[in-house]
């Protein structure tokens, strides 16, 4: 008798973690949020600074903000 065919997506290797969760792809996310975090701060000053409305530039500043808190606090975790 042969073997039976291989099914999709059950390999009978062992399983890799997913890279998503890894502590290094949560420090590099972290670094890129925090990054963007601190430009968007420069742009909200370079739009005082023209009188411009800053409010959009300041929502940006908080999700990237806000991102950037959660990865550091994830890539801490492990």
């Known amino acids: 008798m042969s073997d039976p ?3 999709p997506g059950h ?4 399983r890799r ?3 998503w969760t890894s502590p ?11 990054v963007a975090a ?5 742009l909200v000053v370079v739009d005082l ?3 411009r409305p800053a409010a959009g530039d300041l929502f940006i500043v908080f999700l ?3 991102a950037a808190v959660i990865l550091w ?3 801490r975790r492990t």
């Open 5 to 7: 065919a291989p099914r």
């Open 11 to 14: 390999s009978s290797e062992g």
């Open 17 to 19: 973690a997913s890279a």
């Open 24 to 34: 290094r792809t949560s420090r590099v996310l972290a670094v890129v949020f925090t």
């Open 38 to 42: 601190l430009g968007s701060v420069v």
């Open 49 to 51: 600074v023209i009188s």
């Open 64 to 66: 990237n903000g806000f």
């Open 73 to 75: 606090m994830l890539a």
